[in-house]
Every structure is written in structure tokens, then in C-alpha cells.
């Protein structure tokens, strides 16, 4: 059997989405799906295919998106999705052919960053992704939760009309979303489908907006609430928030304040917050604020080291430290880079402080997983723990990072 992998044609597309739907386990898109949504959205993916003479047999994308780094700079990024091989092509090495392609690709793109999200987190590592950030599902309740502290209590809030959302969400989100490391950019296109019940008013989903004292809108907050009548103390409301965003904390409290506002939820839940929550700590009870499962969220991947080196900004520390980095799949990137709060500089033959791949380098790259723990699992070595703490102190990055988009 020989398996060619090639770049996606147009043509090809509806039955690449057969593939990954079948891995998935998912329906492969009905034609409505396909002709509203679904065509539109795979053709802006660049995408490779693997086929066995005509049958297609396995595919890998990626969206051509922007990742905020520590500093502000935003950062091209192949964030990569709808990975999936048939059932009964798996374990003989056409997703790792097809994702070999994919790095190639982004590469010669000129992204310096690719970025995923995992159906399982011991896949992607040997292609050089390492897990940047992570993110916590939790529940809040309100009447224990208010009043949230540092709430912006001069502004005011508005329910957008369904017509309405995707006219000013795109430019909102683009304006106040921006605030940690790992938030990515997201295209026009993705409204419909992250918003799709809010736009259809298919279920009791809203999005709230928030205009300060000057008359600006400065931050929004979806969410969908309904009757929960298995609830132990008899009939009572829960809600679920999806985004949360706002220009300052004070503004993305004020949100959060909205929602104890909210009558009738007596529980709120979100699957996706930032693991260091300033909601929590903002609580009048942070007992009211309940951690119910920490995951990982963002997968990085370096794949031009100098650049995204470069792009980030470092936090004040005295010193500098050399970090040695190998890329079995780009070469290129194989060097020793020697951080300073000032910036870094490459030179292949400073001494090393720390030695890694660059899996390790991913990992770190966003402040999210510290270099203490990239050392100690064995990730990187080095024959100095004070470069590390030097290290970690250079990386850090308050907020740390989190994406919060689903991709
Ligand atoms: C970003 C996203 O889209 S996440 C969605 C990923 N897709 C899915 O989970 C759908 C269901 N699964 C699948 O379609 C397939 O099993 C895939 C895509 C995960 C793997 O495809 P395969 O063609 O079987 O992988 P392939 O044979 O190339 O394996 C490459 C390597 O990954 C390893 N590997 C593959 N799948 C897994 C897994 N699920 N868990 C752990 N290791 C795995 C293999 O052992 C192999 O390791 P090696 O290089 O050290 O020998």
C-alpha cells in the first residue's frame, strides 16, 4: 500500500470532512451544513490529504490566525485542527506523514507559531508541541460570589439583538479580548458557529455588553441560562458562560457582577477560565467560586525560534541566560539563544545554561509551564538550578496565559 500525502484541492474538500467527521466520531456535514457553513470554513484552512490510490484516507489543517505573546506583539499562527485518519488506516504513520506536511507548510508560510487543541495530549509532542497553557472548569454561585470586588460600577450593560452580534462582536472582541499571552485572533467567519445559538435564538443565549462612563464598549459576556428541574432543592435556574472580555479587570468584573445580577441562576458554570481567575480571588466569598477540573488548553509549537524569541518581552531580572535548542523536524532552529530582560540574541557558541528541544522551549515560551518544570520532568537539563529560577523569572508573565477559543 503506498499512501501519498498531498495539499488539499478544492474539490476534495467535502470528502476530507468525511474523514475527520468518521475519526471524530461526529455526522459528516448534510448538504444545509455544508452549503451555509461548512464549505466557506474548510476552504479558508489550508489543509494536506492522504490518499490509498482514490480513497482519502486522512487530513490535517490549520486556520491562519494571530497569537497574542507576552509583551502585546501578535504572532501569524497555524492553528491546527480537524486532524483525523479512518479507522482502519490508524497506527501506520499517515497522521505523523501529514502532520510532518503541515509543519513544512506553516514554515514556509512564515508562521512563527502553530497551535492546537488535543482530543489526546500524548499525540502531538514528537511533531514539537508542548502545552503552553491550561485552563479550569468551575462553578460559581452568585449569591455567594457578590459582591465581586473591583467590579466597574460606573458603567452600564446592554443585551445585543441577535442581528446584531455578528456586526459588532468581531471588531468588540478584536478591541478588549486581548489582555493575556495564548489569545488568538479570530476569523470573521467563526461568529456564526461560536455564536450560532445567540444568532438563531435557538436557546436562551446572550451576549451582554458592557459600556463604560465615556460611552464606550469596553467589554462583553456570553452566556445561555434554563429551568434546571433536577435540582435537589426542587425547580431553580443554572446558566453556562462562554466568553468573558473586558478592557480592564474592572470592566471584565463588572461582567461577572452582571451575572449575580441575573435572577432566577442560583449556579453558574464555565468549562474554560484562566487558571489564575481573577473572578475567584474578586469573590466576596471565593468559596463561592469552585475549581471542578483543571485541562490542558493551549499546545505550541516554535517554529521559527528566532522570531518568536524576538517578539516576546522579558520581565526585569539581572543576568542572562543561554538556553540551547534542538529541532529534529527544522533544523534551522537548532541554537543557543541568550535571554536577558533587554531581548535575546542568538550565539551558537555561548556556553549553555539549559539544554532542551523544542518541546521544552514551546512549553515555556508563553510563561504558562514554568522552566522549574520543564527541567525537573526531564524535558531540558542543566547543571545550574539558579539559571532556571533566572529563567523562570524572565519568562513570567502576569496575567499568565490562556486562549479561550475553541478551534
Ligand atoms: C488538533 C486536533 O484536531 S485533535 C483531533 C485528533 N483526531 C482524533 O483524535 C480522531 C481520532 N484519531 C485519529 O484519527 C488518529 O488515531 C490520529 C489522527 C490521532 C492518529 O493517526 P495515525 O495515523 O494512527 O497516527 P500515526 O500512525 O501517524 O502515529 C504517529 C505516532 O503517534 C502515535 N499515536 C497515534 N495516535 C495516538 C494516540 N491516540 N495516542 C497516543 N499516541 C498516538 C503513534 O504511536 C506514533 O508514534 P511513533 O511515531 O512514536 O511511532
Known amino acids: 500500500m503506498t499512501i501519498v500525502f498531498r495539499a488539499t484541492q478544492p474539490d476534495e474538500l467535502r470528502r476530507a470532512a468525511v474523514v475527520v467527521t468518521t475519526a471524530l466520531m461526529g455526522s459528516p456535514p448534510s448538504d444545509d451544513d455544508w452549503n451555509e457553513r461548512g464549505q466557506a470554513s474548510w476552504e479558508e484552512m489550508p489543509s494536506y490529504t492522504a490518499w490509498d490510490d482514490d480513497r482519502c484516507v486522512g487530513h490535517v489543517g490549520h486556520f491562519l490566525v494571530e497569537t497574542v505573546v507576552p509583551g502585546g506583539t501578535r504572532l ?19 497522521a505523523k506523514g501529514l502532520m510532518h506536511e503541515l ?44 459582591p465581586i470586588r473591583g467590579a466597574a460600577t460606573d458603567g452600564s450593560m446592554r443585551l445585543l439583538r441577535p442581528d446584531e452580534i455578528v456586526d459588532v462582536l468581531p471588531d468588540l472582541y478584536d478591541r478588549v479580548a486581548f ?15 461560536l455564536f450560532k445559538d445567540a444568532i438563531e435564538g435557538s436557546k436562551a443565549s446572550f451576549v451582554a455588553v458592557h459600556t463604560n462612563a465615556d460611552g464606550i464598549d469596553d467589554g462583553y459576556i456570553h452566556y445561555e441560562n434554563e429551568w434546571d428541574d433536577g435540582h435537589a432543592d426542587g425547580p431553580t435556574g443554572k446558566g453556562e458562560v462562554y466568553d468573558a472580555y473586558g478592557a480592564t479587570p474592572a470592566t471584565e468584573l463588572a461582567l461577572w457582577q452582571y451575572l449575580c445580577d441575573v435572577d432566577l441562576v442560583t449556579r453558574w458554570k464555565a468549562t474554560e477560565r484562566p487558571i489564575d481567575d481573577l473572578v475567584r480571588t474578586a469573590c466576596h466569598d471565593t468559596r463561592a467560586y469552585r475549581v471542578r477540573s483543571v485541562d490542558d488548553e493551549q499546545w505550541l509549537r516554535l517554529v521559527d525560534v528566532d522570531i518568536a524569541l524576538a517578539a516576546r518581552t522579558y520581565s526585569p531580572a539581572d543576568g542572562e541566560v543561554a538556553i540551547r ?83
Open 76 to 94: 501569524g499562527t497555524g492553528a491546527v485542527s480537524r486532524v483525523g485518519v479512518l479507522p482502519t488506516y490508524r497506527r501506520r504513520g499517515i
Open 179 to 193: 489582555g493575556r499571552p495564548g489569545v488568538i485572533t479570530r476569523p470573521a467567519s467563526w461568529y456564526r458557529r
Open 103 to 146: 509543519v513544512a507548510d506553516a514554515d514556509r508560510r512564515g508562521l512563527p507559531l502553530m497551535s492546537l487543541r488535543a482530543s489526546e495530549a500524548t499525540i502531538y509532542e514528537r511533531f514539537g508541541f508542548g502545552l503552553a497553557g491550561e485552563f479550569c472548569g468551575i462553578e460559581l454561585i452568585p449569591r455567594q460570589a457578590a
Open 325 to 407: 535548542v534542538t529541532d529534529p523536524l527544522l533544523p534551522r532552529n537548532d541554537g543557543t539563544f541568550v535571554v536577558s530582560a533587554g531581548g535575546v540574541r542568538r550565539d551558537d557558541t555561548a556556553e549553555a545554561d539549559i539544554v532542551t528541544d523544542i518541546v521544552g522551549l514551546s512549553a515555556a515560551y508563553l510563561g504558562g509551564t514554568s522552566w522549574f518544570a520543564v527541567t525537573a520532568t526531564g524535558r531540558a537539563s542543566t547543571g545550574d538550578p539558579a539559571s532556571v529560577a533566572l529563567a523562570d523569572t524572565l519568562f513570567r508573565t502576569t496575567p499568565g496565559p490562556f486562549c479561550g477559543t475553541f478551534f
